[in-house]
């Protein structure tokens, strides 16, 4: 069994011998640039981590786990051009480095040779099982992202409708990756869905600590400017949260918060602060994610594997939620 | 054994049994849309005469038949993006209709279905094979894509590489739909692979067909408007011929004509067509032509299968190139 720095390695050289062809460069060279902006391989590592749970040797696991980065890269690129969004790990997007064909272009491409991983995966038995749990999840994925777009343009989005947003948009795919993991070493059914609900749960519990360590972050460790969703008006969990259960002047003075451009921003983000924190919403907030946490966690205890082996995955995701920037 | 008509009536069955979900709404209404626009649906028509000439039980190869329509209305979708296409079959295109989110999202969650269908496919073993050629062609249809974006702004286009680039664009994915086809019904590989090279050189043959009939077809039945490409400068199989073979004097015009805005739209069809009848272009195209043609039969011929079943996809394919439209 490996710990989490040589599976990486693993994937980093797997990737390295299964590179994408030279030409044409203008479909290619997005896709090695975008897989070289780093990340974590957060889902790779999750996929690996779940197979070791099982089983040994590796190789019969690195191609899935190839196969999802490969899908996570190809929705980064999509997103970025329906968020229009410029920079990306503070590089240039693909559609703003190159243009919009490429970015589509290049999307899809990554998304093919994902496939192509899965059908790489040298244990043939497996593959119609790992294919239907990569489609179910890739079709989530899109559903959640369509479920976001729709939701900027909708006055109210209940709790309920947002965490599910959150759920297909990214928990999905961490619990996705577990159970691939799992598939990949002959798991048994039914741990590799209690796997599946681990990765999905603590997905969200992910998405709820991001909604909060935007606006509650500590300013030297966070990576962005802490309320940036504050000061671009994005309907995140604590809004929703404080539209619901605030006091109705709180919620009248975030609506017209939330309607405002900001001349001053610091204002801003203080005023909508100053709301969370009257109406405790912070408090819900952090409560909500340690139930998903905690449940998070009881689906992994039941899992039947090597309570050592469990060791790894229990402290990789504890580690996550350990961040306070 | 089926005839071609009751073979489209068992497709759409299956597609009516296996519909996209109602919601997100504006995710899959795209979806629907396109699909309904029409179409010959002549990639699944391919795979299920190509199964039919080793097997009878349709259901084994119903699900494959829709995942490559499912896969070629996406490549429709994208493309139309990419080539700012306001109008597909005279109504507005995906992108044109909703926006662009739901032209690139309704695409991805297209192709992602297209692998839910083989994955589908009742027959859990031949799925690996499935996939492996359906994910060959889907790399070499983007690729195909790429290289015809290149070469709009390229200044030099070489007919080898034209060929290649309308090779890989269309022609792998007809052959790709006979090669499934034969794949879902446990065929000899040889012959799997015999009906791929059929599609595609029988596809090549059609690309040439398209080149010509849309500056030399009849105006009656022609759907478009005949000598489009030659206003809209395209670099078609004609232009490029005629830049390697016409006379210097003959070269020179044309690329005059191809750097003019038409202010004549009438006068510039004249003066193009004028070039091409002079240097025999029209010859040498449907002599090319016939070659692909001529190669695509022997390929079927060499098939081992009962004539009698040979015969409906025989007819299918000269059915095409008796277009004089």
Redesign the interface.
């Known amino acids: 069994m490996l710990q989490l720095p040589h599976l990486l390695d693993r994937l980093q050289e797997y990737a390295r011998q299964h590179p994408f062809p030279d030409q044409?460069a203008?479909?290619y060279a997005p896709c090695d640039y975008i897989l070289a902006l780093g990340g974590k391989r957060l889902r790779p590592a999750l996929l690996l981590l779940g197979y070791e749970l099982f089983a040994d040797e590796l190789d019969a696991a690195l191609p899935a786990a190839w196969a999802i980065e490969l899908f996570h890269n190809f929705s980064l690129v999509?997103d970025d051009?329906?968020d229009a969004a410029p920079l990306r790990r503070g590089q240039p997007t693909v559609h703003t480095r190159w243009n919009?064909?490429a970015g589509?272009?290049s999307?899809?491409?990554m998304?093919?040779?994902a496939?192509?991983a899965?059908?790489a995966v040298p244990d043939?038995t497996v593959?119609?099982d790992l294919?239907?749990t990569?489609?179910r999840f890739?079709?989530e994925v899109?559903?959640g992202?369509?479920?976001d777009?729709?939701f900027e343009s909708r006055d109210t989005v209940s709790i309920q409708e947002y965490i599910r947003m959150i759920e297909l948009k990214t928990a999905v795919l961490l619990g996705g990756a577990l159970e691939m993991g799992a598939i990949c070493a002959h798991a048994d059914p039914e741990d590799a869905q209690r796997l599946y609900h681990f990765g999905r749960l603590a997905g969200i519990a992910f998405q709820i600590q991001d909604d909060l360590l935007d606006t509650y972050g500590d300013p030297l460790k966070f990576g962005k400017q802490v309320g940036g969703d504050i000061l671009q008006n994005k309907k995140t969990l604590l809004v929703l949260t404080a539209l619901a259960c605030a006091s109705p002047a709180d919620q009248a003075e975030l609506r017209h918060w939330m309607r405002s451009s900001s001349d001053d921003p610091d204002a801003k983000i203080a005023a909508v602060r100053a709301i969370f924190d009257r109406n405790e919403i912070p408090r819900q907030m952090a409560e909500a994610q340690k139930r998903y946490q905690t449940e998070a966690f009881q689906q992994l205890e039941a899992v039947r594997a090597p309570e050592a082996r469990k060791k790894a995955l229990q402290k990789m995701i504890e580690d996550l939620f350990a961040r306070d920037y």
Chains 1, 2 share one sequence.
């Open positions: 044409p203008q479909l999509h051009i329906m919009l064909t589509i272009l999307g899809d491409v998304l093919i040779y496939y192509r899965l059908a043939k593959i119609p294919l239907n990569f489609n890739a079709t899109c559903e992202q369509q479920l777009v729709d």
